[in-house]
Each structure stands twice: as structure tokens, then as C-alpha cells.
């Protein structure tokens, strides 16, 4: 027997190379790997990024359960003109398949546009009091929402989302976001380290971190996760900021620095990527490969009680 010419055991070895790469890259493609982001968090928590979940088989595990999804979100004063886009567009990309109830808490009910839920979606409209001031506007979200699940959400769904109406849905968001107790990465500050987060810094608040501590800065325009753990958070919250305001002090960024203080303590089992809180003011960045939800551009002066 003749040996193989080597040109041909050349080629031979090149083809193996060639399946090889083409395994391999199907394959990463499958187990949604990325290199690129951080998806895991030191207490080993997912952070939800684009590439690190398969939809299809998630839903396949959710879908099942029938769980019904509250979603609240506050349009107080001039902020039931962003109701409309909230809406048209959650009800393109959030929970699509799963049952939803809208909880829209305003001050203005006539105001509520009406928009065309899918089959499985419900909207109730739950009265608020105006207020001359948008602090107290976003930091009194906490009781509300502690109050109304109390009233009726615990009753009425499994999960709960409460977000910010100043936003648009973009792109799936889906059962990859649910868990106990869930957070979201600001986008401003995803790349920053800690010395940089807006925590509250003074001691006399009891939203007050000190410099060598705190995970990550989360944005308060999300906070989600099982009804009962989302109700202790908000009990939590609104009686710390109520014991501030007993001793005037109003936290640098209202409940959202209450929000960050109780998430140190007690730590989020999932935290969402900023593709979930983006804002259309920002330029895309390379981690972020899908936006999901981003706050519109708005005119504060224009659209808050004050400045
Ligand atoms: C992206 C993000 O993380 N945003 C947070 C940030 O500023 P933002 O600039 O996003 O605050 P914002 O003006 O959107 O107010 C928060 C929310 O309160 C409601 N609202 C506010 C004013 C008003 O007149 N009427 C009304 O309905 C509305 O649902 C709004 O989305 O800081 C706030 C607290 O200081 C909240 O924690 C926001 O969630
Ligand atoms: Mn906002």
C-alpha cells in the first residue's frame, strides 16, 4: 500500500479543521454564551443580558404555569400623555402570551386612553391624588403600590412589575425577567464603579451607603418580582422615606435611593441588564445588543409639577 500524498492529508486535516469550526460556532451559538458581559452576580444571580437565554425553551417552562402578571404605572398631572405609547407598545413586546393587568394609578381617570388589550389583558384605572411636586409624585409610588396590593393585587396575580409611563418597549421582554425578587442595572451607571453611584451619603437618612459598599446602581423605574417579596420592599421603602420626612430629610433620589439601600440588604435573586432600562437619550452601546424599554426624551420643565 502507497502512502497518502501529503497535499492530500493536507486537505484532509483542513476539513476537519473546517467542521470543527463550524461545530463549535453553532454550538456557542446554542449555549448562548457571552464573553463580553458580566451574567452572573457575586451571589450568583443571573443578570439578564441578550445571549444568555434561550426564549423558547424559558417560555416553554413559564407558559405552562398560567401566571398572571401586575404591571402598575403612575400618570400624574401631564404624565398621562405617555400612557398611550406605554401601552400600544407593552402590549407588542411585554409579556406577550401571559395574562397582564395594567393597574394605571392617575389623578386625571378621563385621561386614560383607551387602547386595544390582546385576549388575556385587563386594564383598571385606580385613583391618586396630584401632587405639586414630582418627588413626592415618584416617592409616594411605594405606598400606593404597597396599599393596592394589599386592596387587590395579591389576590389578582403571581407576579409584579411597577415601571415608569415616561417609556417605550422596543423588544421582547419576556418570562426571562421573572424571579422572587427582581432589579435592574441603571444605564447610566452600569459601567461605573461604586465611589460613582448617586446613593444617599449622608448618615441622618436611612437610605444612607457608605462608600465601600453597594452591588450595583439600580434604576428605580423597575422593581419586580413575586407579589409578596415586591410588598415587603414597598412597605420597607415607603416607611423609611415617611421616617426621613419626619426628620426632614428627602434621600438624593427619592425612592430610588430607598430602593438601592433595601436591595443591599436583601439581594435581588435576578437583576436585569440595562437592555431593560435604556434611555433614548443615550447612544447604543456595544454590550447592548437589544433595547428592550427606554425612557423617551422629555421635556422636564415642560411636563413635572416643579423643578
Ligand atoms: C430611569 C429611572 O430609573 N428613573 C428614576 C429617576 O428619574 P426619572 O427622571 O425617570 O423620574 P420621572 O420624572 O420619570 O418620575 C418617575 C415616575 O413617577 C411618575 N410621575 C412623576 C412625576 C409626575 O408629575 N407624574 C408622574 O406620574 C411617572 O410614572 C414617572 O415615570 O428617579 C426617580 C426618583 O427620583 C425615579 O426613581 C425614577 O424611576
Ligand atoms: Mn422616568
Not at 441578550?50 to 398631572?77: H, Q, R, S, W
Not at 394609578?105 to 390582546?118: A, C, G, Y
Not at 409578596?228 to 419626619?246: I, N, P, Q, S
Amino acid at each position: 500500500m502507497r502512502f497518502i500524498k501529503p497535499y492530500v492529508l493536507l486537505f484532509i486535516v483542513g476539513i476537519f479543521f473546517l467542521l470543527g469550526y463550524v461545530y463549535f460556532s453553532f454550538f456557542s451559538e446554542r449555549l448562548n454564551r457571552r464573553t463580553d458581559v458580566v451574567s452572573v452576580t457575586p451571589w450568583l444571580a443571573p443578570i439578564v443580558w441578550e445571549g444568555t437565554f434561550d426564549p423558547v425553551l424559558i417560555d416553554k417552562i413559564y407558559k405552562p404555569m398560567n401566571l398572571t402578571i401586575a404591571t402598575t404605572v403612575f400618570a400624574v398631572g401631564k404624565y398621562v400623555r405617555f400612557l398611550q405609547d406605554f401601552l400600544e407598545t407593552a402590549e407588542k413586546h411585554f409579556m406577550v402570551g401571559f395574562h397582564v393587568r395594567y393597574y394605571v394609578f392617575t389623578d386625571r381617570p378621563h385621561d386614560v386612553p383607551s387602547v386595544n388589550l390582546s385576549q388575556g389583558r385587563h386594564l383598571s384605572v385606580i385613583q391618586v391624588p396630584g401632587s405639586n411636586r414630582w418627588q413626592e409624585i415618584s416617592a409616594r409610588r411605594m405606598e400606593f403600590i404597597q396599599t393596592t396590593i394589599e386592596r387587590q393585587i395579591r389576590r389578582e396575580a403571581n407576579y409584579i412589575f411597577c415601571l415608569d409611563v415616561d417609556s417605550k418597549f422596543h423588544a421582547r421582554w419576556g418570562s426571562e425577567s421573572l424571579g422572587r425578587l427582581v432589579a435592574v442595572i441603571h444605564p447610566g451607571y452600569y459601567e461605573q464603579s461604586r465611589d460613582r453611584f448617586p446613593y444617599e451619603r449622608r448618615l441622618a437618612s436611612t437610605a444612607y451607603i457608605p462608600m465601600d459598599e453597594g452591588d450595583y446602581y439600580y434604576g428605580g423605574a423597575i422593581i419586580g418580582g413575586f407579589v409578596e417579596d415586591v410588598y415587603t420592599l414597598t412597605k420597607v421603602c415607603r416607611t423609611r422615606f415617611e421616617e426621613d420626612a419626619g426628620n426632614s430629610i428627602e434621600a438624593a433620589w427619592q425612592e430610588e435611593s430607598h430602593l438601592n439601600r433595601y436591595l443591599l440588604d436583601n439581594k435581588p435573586s435576578k437583576v436585569l441588564s440595562p437592555e431593560y432600562l435604556w434611555q433614548d437619550i443615550k447612544a447604543k452601546t456595544k454590550q447592548v445588543k437589544v433595547i428592550r424599554f427606554s425612557a423617551v426624551i422629555k421635556n422636564n420643565a415642560e411636563v413635572r409639577p416643579n423643578v
